[in-house]
């Protein structure tokens, strides 16, 4: 079924006529410093904060001005298909809720009101594995709506696939894996507050939950939380996995793998060499690799070079329905959004993440429209003029 997502513009000005407003901005840039009076330092920068000077995040938004769109006329555009298959999962519109760890920092209701408002718009939701609930709980909140894992790799093998077997059994339908994320990067934002989610005993909801994890602890996570979160954190950060551990994922995941964090197009080809589904071409929002290209540039080369062999998704600076027409139209089959919708959860919760995705599906539909483009396969580079 397609919908007219652009409808959500005239809902807006209707309820304007009863002297009802939306939640929050509809204006991504608004919606952060509007988060930045309701969130404490920590909390606002551990969000808004990116690795190092900040130039790889600000990259990521310049990237998007250096391509334009060229308005067509008179091609029946006036009614609108965004509906895609993403890795199988169908969708109506490209667009999902990048895994973000740690919401219960921004907003008590956490990942269960994300997945909710992500479920009534009908887009998939990423859980991270740095929830601060558990998989079945997400899932359950979820309902009907589309569901994805992310994965932050274990190194302990039984670890890992319990989680997986979890994730799996509660409905999970595709992996997320998160390479680029191995350490955390040197974030300035955060150190100057001090402030690391996992130290403070947040974003444990995933293992905490676990079976096979806590039958490796001696005294259980309530007895000691200290020694259970040092363990956690030891066995997910500081060693970096290699390409020869892939077939592990394979052997316990039988859905589509989806690898995150890709920048290089050989890192592209060897992820279809490993079999993979799917890429995400992502400097992780600019938080890991100071200095890093732009993720809008690293794409075109990407396409070129596997296009056709695994569905490539982007993320990193997605704030517009333009933004999402022109990674579309550089070869793009999806998008994935992060920080709009989290400032949307720290203003209203459900209603304001609903809000947010409500308004990037709408700006995108307008101007798909009002720029001539009827379906997503009428989004090509021709679409685009470099500046
Ligand atoms: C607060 C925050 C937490 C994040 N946590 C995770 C995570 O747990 N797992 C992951 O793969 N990516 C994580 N990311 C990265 C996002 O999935 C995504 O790659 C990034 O936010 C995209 O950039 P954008 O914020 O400019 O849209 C996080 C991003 C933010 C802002
Ligand atoms: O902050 C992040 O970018 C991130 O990926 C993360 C990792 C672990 C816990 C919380 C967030």
Redesign the pocket.
Known sequence: MTEWFGGYQNEIYLQGLGGTFPPCSTDATKLEESAREILGPGPFW??AGSAGSGATARA?REAFDRWRLVPRMLTGATERDLSATVLGTPVPAPVLL?????QSIVHEGAEPAAARAAASVGLPYVM???SSTSIEDVAEASGEGPRWF?L?WPTDNDVCASILARAKAAGFTTL?V?LD?WTLAWRPNDLDHAYLPFIKGEGLGVPLSDPVFRGLLEKTPEEDPPTAILRWISMITGTDSTWDRLPFLREHWDGPIVL?GIQHPDDARRAVDAGMDGIVV?N????QVDGAVASLDALPEIVAAVGDRLEILF????RTGADIAKALALGAKAV?????W?YGLAHAGEAGVRHVLRSLLADLDLTMGLSGHRTLADLTPASLRHS
């Open positions: 551990y969000v990521n990048a895994p973000v760890g740690v991270s594995t740095a992310q932050y997320v998160t994320t995150k992502s992780h929002g600019g938080r993320d990193s600076g997605i994935l959004v992060g920080r709009p989290v």
